[in-house]
C-alpha cells in the first residue's frame, strides 16, 4: 500500500501549462513545460476530448510527450497540462477474475470493481540483502517442468520459443494447474483475438477464478504495451506484499522490448544493437528484477521470449537469458511431431532445481537428461537402422526406455498433473533405467560365459 508521505514527496506544488510546439511521428514537443520525466500530461484537441500523454525526454528547450492513443485533433497551439508526476495504481482482491487494461480499468464489460487500496506503478525490487534463499518448489502443473526443471517459489525463467508453438496453451495449462496462490497474466502486444481465445480455451473458468488478466493489444500504442507491464507487475507486487505466492505469466517479454524500443527512438536515442537503443537494455532488468522472494510472499515469473527465426541469440533472447534463473526452451521440431508441450529439456535450464528437490529426485533427472543426450547424439543412425546394439551401453538403455520417457514427456491440456506425480514418474523412470541397465549387465555376462566355456573345454582337451 502506497504510504501517504510518499505520496506527498512526489507531488510537485505548481500547475505546469505549456503548448505543443510540433509533432513528429508520435510525439508531440511542447514548449514551457517543465515536467519530469514519466509524469502525466494532459493534451488538448479541437475534437475527441484531452489526450493523456507521458512525458519521455527534452530535446531543443522542448518536452517530448508520447501519447496514450494516437495524435488525431492535434494542432500547434493545443494547451498541455500537468496531470500528475507520481504514478499509482487501485488495486485490492477484487481484481480476480477480472480483465483490464494497461490502466487497470476493467474491460471485460463488467462494471469496474471497487478497490479501496492502491500502490506505486514504479517501485524499486526488494533490496537483494533483503531477500530470502529460495529454498521451497513450486508446483506449475506441467509435469516435464516439475520433473525436469523444476522451478522454486520466487524463481524467474523464460520460456523461449518461435511463433505457433505453444507458449500461449503452456501458460493456460500453467494457470489452470499451478499451486500459486494467485496468477497474474500480462498479455503484451497479443491480437485482438486472441485475448477471448486465451480466456475461454486456454486459461478457462477454473484458471480466470484466481486470475488477474492485464491486456495491451498489438494496435495500441507503444507507451501502453509498456505500461501493461508494469501495471501487471505493480499487481503481483501487492498479493506479494499480502504474504500470497503469486504466479506472474507475461507473453511476451520481447514485445515490451519492441515496445520500449520505439519510444526509445523516439525519444533520439541512437540504435546500438541490431536497431535497439540502449534504454531497451536498461529497462529490462528493471522490469524483470521486480519479480522474486520477498520477507512477505513470492513472485514466480514466467516471461515469454518470441525468438526471431528460432535464433537463440538474437539480442532480446541472449539478454534476457543471462537476467533470469532460468530458461525453457520450446521446439519446433518437437510441436511438429506432435509432442506437446514441446519443452526441448536438453536445451533448458533452471538453475535452482538442485535447491528445491531432494537428492533422489535431482539424480533421477541426471539420469534421464544422460538417456536423452545419448539418444539425440545416435538419433540418426538408430533412425536408419545403422546403430548396433551393445556399442553404447546409455544408448542401449534409452532405445528400450524411450516409449516411456515421451510417455512422460507428453501432456495433455486437460490433463492436470502435481509436483508429486512428476517427482514420482521420473523416480520409477530412473529406476527402471537402473533395471534395464543391470538386466543387459547379466546378458552381456551370460553371453561371455557361453562363448568362454567352449574354449575352456578346448583347452582342457
Given at each position: 500500500?502506497?504510504?501517504?508521505?510518499?505520496?506527498?514527496?512526489?507531488?510537485?506544488?505548481?500547475?505546469?501549462?505549456?503548448?505543443?510546439?510540433?509533432?513528429?511521428?508520435?510525439?508531440?514537443?511542447?514548449?514551457?513545460?517543465?515536467?519530469?520525466?514519466?509524469?502525466?500530461?494532459?493534451?488538448?484537441r479541437?475534437?475527441?476530448?484531452?489526450?493523456?500523454?507521458?512525458?519521455?525526454?527534452?530535446?531543443?528547450?522542448?518536452?517530448?510527450?508520447?501519447?496514450?492513443?494516437?495524435?488525431?485533433?492535434?494542432?500547434?497551439?493545443?494547451?498541455?497540462?500537468?496531470?500528475?508526476?507520481?504514478?499509482?495504481?487501485?488495486?485490492?482482491?477484487?481484481?480476480?477474475?477480472?480483465?483490464?487494461?494497461?490502466?487497470?480499468?476493467a474491460?471485460?464489460?463488467?462494471?469496474?470493481?471497487?478497490?479501496?487500496?492502491?500502490?506505486?506503478?514504479?517501485?524499486?525490487?526488494?533490496?537483494?540483502?533483503?531477500?530470502?534463499?529460495?529454498?521451497?518448489?513450486?508446483?506449475?502443473?506441467?509435469?516435464?517442468?516439475?520433473?525436469?526443471?523444476?522451478?522454486?517459489?520466487?524463481?524467474?525463467?523464460?520460456?523461449?520459443?518461435?511463433s505457433g508453438?505453444?507458449?500461449?496453451v503452456?501458460?493456460?495449462?500453467m494457470?489452470?494447474?499451478?499451486?500459486?496462490?494467485?496468477?497474474?497474466?500480462?498479455?503484451?502486444?497479443?491480437?485482438?483475438?486472441?485475448?477471448?481465445?486465451?480466456?475461454?480455451?486456454?486459461?478457462?473458468?477454473?484458471?480466470?477464478?484466481?486470475?488477474?488478466?492485464?491486456?495491451?493489444?498489438?494496435?495500441?500504442?507503444?507507451?501502453?504495451?509498456?505500461?501493461?507491464?508494469?501495471?501487471?507487475?505493480?499487481?503481483?507486487?501487492?498479493?506479494?506484499?499480502?504474504?500470497?505466492?503469486?504466479?506472474?505469466?507475461?507473453?511476451?517479454?520481447t514485445?515490451?522490448?519492441?515496445?520500449?524500443?520505439?519510444?526509445?527512438?523516439?525519444?533520439?536515442?541512437?540504435?546500438?544493437?541490431?536497431?535497439?537503443?540502449?534504454?531497451?537494455?536498461?529497462?529490462?532488468?528493471?522490469?524483470?528484477e521486480?519479480?522474486?522472494?520477498?520477507?512477505?510472499?513470492?513472485?514466480?515469473?514466467?516471461?515469454?521470449?518470441?525468438?526471431e527465426?528460432?535464433?537463440?541469440?538474437?539480442?532480446?533472447?541472449?539478454?534476457?537469458?543471462?537476467?533470469?534463473?532460468?530458461?525453457?526452451?520450446?521446439?519446433?521440431?518437437?510441436a511438429?511431431?506432435?509432442?506437446?508441450?514441446?519443452?526441448?529439456?536438453?536445451?533448458?535450464?533452471?538453475?535452482?532445481?538442485?535447491?528445491?528437490?531432494?537428492?533422489?529426485?535431482?539424480?533421477?533427472?541426471?539420469?534421464?537428461?544422460?538417456?536423452?543426450?545419448?539418444?539425440?547424439?545416435?538419433?540418426?543412425?538408430?533412425?536408419?537402422?545403422?546403430?548396433?546394439?551393445?556399442?553404447?551401453?546409455?544408448?542401449?538403455?534409452?532405445?528400450?526406455?524411450?516409449?516411456?520417457?515421451?510417455?512422460?514427456?507428453?501432456?495433455?491440456?486437460?490433463?492436470?498433473?502435481?509436483?508429486?506425480?512428476?517427482?514420482?514418474?521420473?523416480?520409477?523412470?530412473?529406476?527402471?533405467?537402473?533395471?534395464v541397465?543391470?538386466?543387459?549387465?547379466?546378458?552381456?555376462?551370460q553371453?561371455?560365459?557361453?562363448?568362454?566355456?567352449?574354449?575352456i573345454?578346448?583347452?582342457?582337451?
Amino acid at each position: 500500500m502506497l504510504a501517504l508521505s510518499e505520496q506527498l514527496d512526489a507531488i510537485m506544488p505548481i500547475e505546469l501549462v505549456g503548448s505543443v510546439a510540433r509533432t513528429v511521428g508520435m510525439t508531440a514537443s511542447v514548449a514551457g513545460f517543465p515536467a519530469p520525466v514519466g509524469a502525466l500530461a494532459s493534451i488538448d484537441r479541437d475534437a475527441g476530448g484531452p489526450l493523456e500523454a507521458e512525458v519521455i525526454g527534452f530535446r531543443d528547450n522542448l518536452t517530448l510527450l508520447y501519447p496514450f492513443e494516437e495524435l488525431t485533433g492535434v494542432r500547434r497551439g493545443n494547451r498541455v497540462r500537468l496531470v500528475r508526476t507520481s504514478r499509482w495504481l487501485r488495486v485490492g482482491d477484487e481484481l480476480k477474475g477480472r480483465v483490464f487494461n494497461a490502466k487497470g480499468e476493467a474491460v471485460d464489460g463488467r462494471p469496474q470493481p471497487i478497490l479501496g487500496q492502491r500502490t506505486r506503478f514504479h517501485r524499486a525490487p526488494p533490496h537483494p540483502c533483503d531477500r530470502p534463499r529460495i529454498e521451497l518448489p513450486l508446483s506449475t502443473g506441467i509435469r516435464a517442468i516439475d520433473g525436469l526443471l523444476t522451478c522454486g517459489l520466487g524463481q524467474r525463467l523464460g520460456i523461449f520459443a518461435g511463433s505457433g508453438v505453444g507458449k500461449s496453451v503452456l501458460m493456460g495449462m500453467m494457470a489452470r494447474y499451478t499451486s500459486a496462490d494467485v496468477i497474474v497474466i500480462a498479455m503484451i502486444g497479443e491480437r485482438g483475438r486472441e485475448l477471448n481465445d486465451f480466456i475461454e480455451r486456454d486459461l478457462g473458468p477454473k484458471g480466470l477464478a484466481k486470475s488477474v488478466v492485464v491486456v495491451a493489444t498489438s494496435n495500441e500504442p507503444a507507451l501502453v504495451r509498456v505500461q501493461a507491464a508494469m501495471t501487471a507487475t505493480a499487481i503481483a507486487e501487492h498479493y506479494r506484499d499480502e504474504g500470497k505466492n503469486v504466479l506472474l505469466l507475461m507473453d511476451s517479454l520481447t514485445r515490451f522490448a519492441l515496445a520500449q524500443r520505439e519510444i526509445g527512438l523516439a525519444a533520439g536515442e541512437p540504435p546500438t544493437t541490431r536497431g535497439y537503443p540502449p534504454s531497451v537494455f536498461a529497462v529490462l532488468p528493471r522490469l524483470v528484477e521486480r519479480a522474486g522472494q520477498s520477507t512477505d510472499g513470492s513472485i514466480t515469473a514466467f516471461y515469454t521470449v518470441l525468438v526471431e527465426a528460432d535464433d537463440p541469440n538474437e539480442p532480446i533472447a541472449d539478454a534476457v537469458r543471462g537476467l533470469l534463473d532460468g530458461h525453457i526452451w520450446l521446439s519446433r521440431k518437437l510441436a511438429s511431431k506432435g509432442r506437446y508441450p514441446a519443452v526441448d529439456v536438453l536445451e533448458s535450464l533452471s538453475r535452482l532445481m538442485p535447491d528445491v528437490t531432494s537428492e533422489e529426485h535431482f539424480n533421477s533427472c541426471g539420469i534421464l537428461r544422460d538417456l536423452m543426450g545419448a539418444y539425440r547424439d545416435h538419433e540418426d543412425l538408430i533412425s536408419i537402422g545403422a546403430y548396433r546394439r551393445g556399442s553404447n551401453r546409455s544408448v542401449d538403455v534409452s532405445i528400450e526406455l524411450q516409449d516411456n520417457i515421451n510417455a512422460y514427456l507428453k501432456q495433455r491440456v486437460e490433463e492436470p498433473s502435481t509436483l508429486e506425480d512428476a517427482r514420482s514418474g521420473l523416480i520409477q523412470l530412473g529406476q527402471q533405467a537402473a533395471q534395464v541397465a543391470s538386466q543387459m549387465n547379466q546378458q552381456l555376462k551370460q553371453a561371455q560365459q557361453q562363448i568362454q566355456q567352449p574354449q575352456i573345454q578346448q583347452q582342457a582337451r
